[in-house]
């Protein structure tokens, strides 16, 4: 695919990637785990509100916003001082991490994080995204195979933010972001991807990149469902799988959600008995 490129090449290359399709939501085609993760997604679908998508994941009724409002009172704060400016970027990344992200953990969900501070790369990415909007800057997020990270456009200026690097995860040198972009872009001869295989590592692996695409916030929530699919189909849950997959599709229509759901029901089949097509 992409070989070697210059800075300009940069956003030459994230202009040019092909975004995930979204799926148009029927929530009466959805079977929800709960009310709550029901509310949630309703909630979504009036206000357009990308909080409510990565908590309907194991929703809580108990769960509050507490955390998660305390940040956003400190940067509100700070955003009157610092305005749309890469200091006020730099904020985002430490306040988040000061504030939310405590522990890195795999695979670990967003509510997981408002709760006791584990986290992972969709759920520090989520945040990262989510306060990116709220404050006006343009953003992509990147879905690789295993992992996701963003690239802010400030002034002309690509910025990544890692989000599971406390030091050095916010990265600004112009040399350093093309080799940290150059790092994951996939290879010609890349093997096909492993579909059981959650998204959640900074681990790279030469013979696994095959994805390197952008993704809006929808769709990355679309992925931390496929991810909690995944358990549940490593524990032979193969019906639960199927209607996480099937929410997750809803989000976003990737070719590695939809393939995890045709074999869900697949091995449902197989290995139970049970029709799931029914």
Not at 185 to 194: D, V
């Amino acid at each position: 695919m992409f070989k070697t490129f210059t800075l300009v090449g940069v956003f030459m290359i994230l202009g040019l990637l092909a975004s995930g399709q979204t799926m148009p939501v029927n929530l009466d085609e959805l079977k929800f785990d709960s009310p709550t993760e029901q509310a949630y997604w309703e909630y979504h679908t009036v206000s357009q509100d990308h909080l409510s998508l990565f908590r309907a994941v194991h929703a809580s009724e108990s769960q509050d916003s507490k955390k998660w409002d305390e940040l956003v009172n400190i940067l509100d704060k700070k955003f009157e001082k610092k305005g749309q400016s890469e200091n006020f970027i730099r904020t985002i990344f430490e306040k988040s991490h000061q504030n939310l992200f405590k522990s890195y953990e795999k695979h670990a969900t967003f509510n997981q994080m408002l709760n006791d501070g584990r986290f992972d790369c969709v759920s520090g990415t989520a945040t990262l995204g989510m306060l990116l909007d709220r404050y006006g800057f343009e953003y992509e997020i990147i879905e690789t195979d295993y992992h996701v990270f963003l690239v802010v456009n400030h002034e002309e200026k690509p910025i990544l933010l890692e989000s599971t690097l406390r030091v050095g995860g916010m990265i600004t040198s112009p040399s350093e972001v093309e080799k940290y972009i150059q790092a994951y872009l996939p290879e010609e001869k890349g093997n096909y991807l492993n579909l059981n295989q959650r998204i959640g590592s900074p681990d790279i692996l030469d013979s696994e990149k095959t994805i390197f695409r952008k993704v809006s916030l929808s769709q990355l929530a679309g992925l931390q469902y496929y991810n909690d699919a995944i358990m549940h189909f490593n524990e032979q849950a193969y019906r639960v799988a199927a209607s996480q997959l099937e929410k997750a599709h809803n989000l976003y229509d990737s070719d590695r959600i939809e393939g995890l759901k045709d074999l869900a029901i697949d091995q449902a089949y197989k290995n139970l008995g049970v029709d799931l097509k029914k």
